[in-house]
């Protein structure tokens, strides 16, 4: 499956595969002073995605990564820990002898949690304002979360958020999808990356039409609608240059895994 540089993503060349829309209504000045709230491109491309593909992206999504399984196994009983973006929740269940509670955007994948894990603890909220008290998790897992946020400015806001409400000598264990990666190869760092939806999965209703966005195009030769999902994939070094904006943590251990960057953070101060 190949991704589109965010630049290019205007009409597909495989001709049954048609772009509503080009990109061109969403381009957003990356270097300039912009909110902490986030753009039309998170809001088209990552939340209103992910919402819609949830129950089929979930299906592929059920082993947990042996790294950050060993992360959560290690640590201390009885640990109050965050998993900031938990998805459908696949890491929720690796230690029962730990308190963990998952936060997502999409409330259709903490339905498909709140269905498959019982007694789960759960919330929506968004990872840029999250709706808990400095210092009160433990440990915090953030998997594969920030490289759907399209600037620097808000993907620091991501990261600032985790370590406001991790405790001191608390630590957080962090994936980014990685550049120099086998599994899929990349040109450019900004891509949409498109997920093809079975039409069963939209529940045998057609999506001919779209308000705004390049977010759906159809594929009638394989029965299915396309959208585009926003990544930012990390060189190596940058999520560690990332961190190192926020004064008070120290990294502790960086390494690759599953075609990402990640990082195991320890924040020493408030």
């Given at each position: 499956?190949?991704?589109?540089?965010?630049?290019?993503?205007?009409?597909?060349?495989?001709?049954?595969?048609?772009?509503?829309?080009?990109?061109?209504?969403?381009?957003?000045?990356?270097?300039?002073?912009?909110s902490?709230?986030?753009?039309?491109?998170?809001?088209?491309?990552?939340?209103?995605?992910?919402?819609?593909?949830?129950?089929?992206?979930?299906?592929?999504?059920?082993?947990?990564?042996a790294?950050?399984?060993?992360?959560?196994?290690?640590?201390?009983?009885?640990?109050?820990v965050?998993?900031?973006?938990?998805?459908?929740?696949?890491?929720?269940?690796?230690?029962?002898?730990?308190?963990?509670?998952?936060?997502?955007?999409?409330?259709?994948?903490?339905?498909?949690?709140?269905?498959?894990?019982?007694n789960?603890?759960?919330?929506?909220?968004?990872?840029?304002?999250?709706?808990?008290?400095?210092?009160?998790?433990?440990?915090?897992?953030?998997?594969?979360?920030?490289?759907?946020?399209?600037?620097d400015l808000?993907?620091?806001?991501?990261?600032?958020?985790?370590?406001?409400?991790?405790?001191?000598?608390?630590?957080?264990?962090?994936?980014?999808?990685?550049?120099?990666?086998?599994?899929?190869?990349?040109?450019?760092?900004?891509?949409?990356?498109?997920?093809?939806?079975?039409?069963?999965?939209e529940?045998?209703?057609?999506v001919?039409t779209?308000?705004q966005?390049?977010?759906?195009a159809?594929?009638?030769?394989?029965?299915?609608?396309?959208?585009?999902?926003?990544?930012?994939?990390?060189?190596?070094?940058?999520?560690?240059?990332?961190?190192?904006?926020?004064?008070?943590?120290?990294?502790?251990?960086?390494?690759?895994?599953?075609?990402n960057?990640?990082?195991?953070?320890?924040?020493?101060?408030?």
């Open positions: 499956m190949e991704s589109t540089p965010i630049e290019k993503i205007t009409d597909s060349e495989n001709k049954n595969l048609r772009l509503i829309e080009s990109l061109e209504s969403f381009k957003i000045n990356l270097n300039s002073k912009e902490k709230n986030p753009t039309e491109i998170e809001k088209k491309h990552v939340y209103e995605v992910y919402d819609k593909i949830a129950i089929h992206f979930s299906h592929t999504r059920y082993k947990p990564w790294k950050v399984e060993e992360f959560l196994k290690n640590l201390p009983d009885n640990s109050f965050g998993d900031i973006g938990c998805g459908n929740g696949k890491y929720l269940k690796v230690n029962p002898k730990i308190n963990i509670f998952g936060t997502d955007r999409s409330i259709n994948l903490l339905k498909i949690c709140r269905e498959n894990i019982i789960s603890q759960l919330f929506s909220a968004d990872s840029l304002k999250l709706p808990i008290r400095n210092n009160f998790f433990d440990a915090i897992i953030s998997i594969a979360v920030i490289h759907h946020f399209s600037n808000l993907r620091i806001q991501a990261l600032k958020e985790i370590v406001r409400i991790l405790k001191i000598n608390g630590k957080f264990l962090i994936y980014v999808w990685a550049l120099e990666q086998q599994e899929k190869k990349f040109t450019e760092q900004d891509n949409f990356v498109p997920w093809h939806l079975q039409q069963k999965y529940n045998n209703v057609v001919n779209l308000s966005g390049p977010k759906i159809k594929d009638d030769q394989i029965n299915c609608v396309v959208y585009q999902r926003y990544y930012h994939v990390f060189k190596k070094g940058e999520l560690e240059n990332l961190i190192s904006q926020i004064q008070n943590v120290v990294i502790e251990k960086s390494y690759f895994d599953h075609a960057w990640c990082c195991i953070v320890k924040k020493v101060h408030n």
